[in-house]
């Protein structure tokens, strides 16, 4: 459930308002031990400041330098991690589950 | 995002009423569907199911993958009444996620020594209940005894829908309060959605027990489809 975004989804709307660029990160899929449901979602903005969470903390620095490019872009992206990844040494999931990440660019 | 569809989103859900929004992973194309929207659109039973659960997911519709998360508010639970019951289903229902408030405007029940980090107001219902925006997603339990207190709260859960309404007492005691409320205009379709004696029947003995009969049948009422939901009653 998500009822605890509210805020954040507030402040994705907040930012768009004063000039911001801002991106949304959305958990759409988890396999195994996923840190976090799908339909958890992490909000950036072009500043590279962010609220929320896709992940216990492991695969959000990924997720907001792909957040930038959507925000210049304007395209949406899937990222997926897992431990079968190949980046898995740097942007893993320590507890050995996977998940995809729809990104989008608010606006 | 469309920020429209962002807009719309925030403004739904400052009003707790539920909203999915179905996005096709592949275009990026995205809609938003309103609850009561839901009877009417082509994927009313994927969105229904889903709200039901609470719960995002996946579905693939004519070779499109479509993710559909579901914003759901935050459900409550209002107990009227402060006694022994009360003190474990709280703590109970807080375990389960529930925004949890105690109602009773006896200040000998109504004290945090009995019921510590749960709100408690210690108010006649016309006075505590219209602050706490009881609505839809709340599930509304009556478990003082005493019909000075029961009845108007009980009144005031059938004028805002709650999707719960359950009151303590025996078939016997059920069926004056029943002949009460009808004295005091209350439909019989909304007396007939009282769950009265309260709770699914599990042979609850002890506060804790009665407390774990209330939460299955809440979540029974949340959860299940509508026919499920009939035959557990």
């Given amino acids: ?107 | 995002m469309k920020i429209q569809v962002l807009k719309e989103l925030n403004a739904e859900r400052a009003a707790r009423r539920p909203v999915i929004i179905v996005t096709d992973t592949t275009t990026g194309e995205q809609r938003l569907v309103k609850a009561k929207d839901i009877a009417a659109d082509p994927l009313r039973a994927e969105l229904s199911k889903q709200l039901r659960m609470g719960k995002s997911g996946n579905v693939e519709v004519a070779g499109n993958k479509l993710f559909l998360n579901v914003y759901a508010p935050t459900a409550k639970l209002v107990i009227i009444g402060a006694v022994h019951i009360s003190q474990a289903l709280a703590p109970l229902a807080r375990s389960l996620d529930y925004d949890v408030t105690v109602v009773d405007p006896r200040t000998a029940f109504a004290t945090p020594e009995r019921f510590p980090d749960v709100p408690l107001v210690a108010e006649w219902p016309d006075v505590a209940l219209p602050p706490l925006n009881v609505d839809h997603y709340t599930a509304f339990v009556a478990v003082t005894h005493d019909p000075k207190i029961d009845d108007p709260a009980l009144l005031h859960a059938f004028d805002r829908d709650c999707f719960y309404i359950g009151a303590l007492g025996s078939r016997k005691t059920h069926a004056k309060r029943a002949e009460r409320l009808r004295a005091q205009g209350a439909k019989e379709s909304d007396i007939a959605r009282i769950h009265a004696p309260i709770g699914l029947d599990i042979g609850a003995v002890s506060p804790s027990e009665i407390a774990v009969a209330i939460m299955a049948e809440i979540t029974a009422q949340l959860r299940l489809p509508p026919k499920e939901k009939e035959e557990a009653a």
């Fill in chain 1, 1 to 107: 459930m998500l009822n605890r975004d509210e805020d954040i989804l507030q402040a994705a709307e907040t930012w768009q308002k004063q000039g911001h660029g801002v991106a949304l990160a959305t958990v759409v899929e988890t396999w195994g031990s996923a840190p976090r449901p799908a339909g958890s979602s992490l909000v950036i903005n072009d500043d590279g400041t962010f609220l929320g969470s896709v992940s216990g903390g492991c695969v959000e620095g990924a997720v907001v330098t792909e957040a930038l490019d959507v925000i210049a872009s304007g395209q949406p992206k899937m990222l997926e991690f897992g431990v079968a990844d190949e980046t898995a040494w740097n942007v893993g999931l320590s507890c050995g589950g996977t998940i995809r990440v729809f990104v989008e660019k608010v606006g």
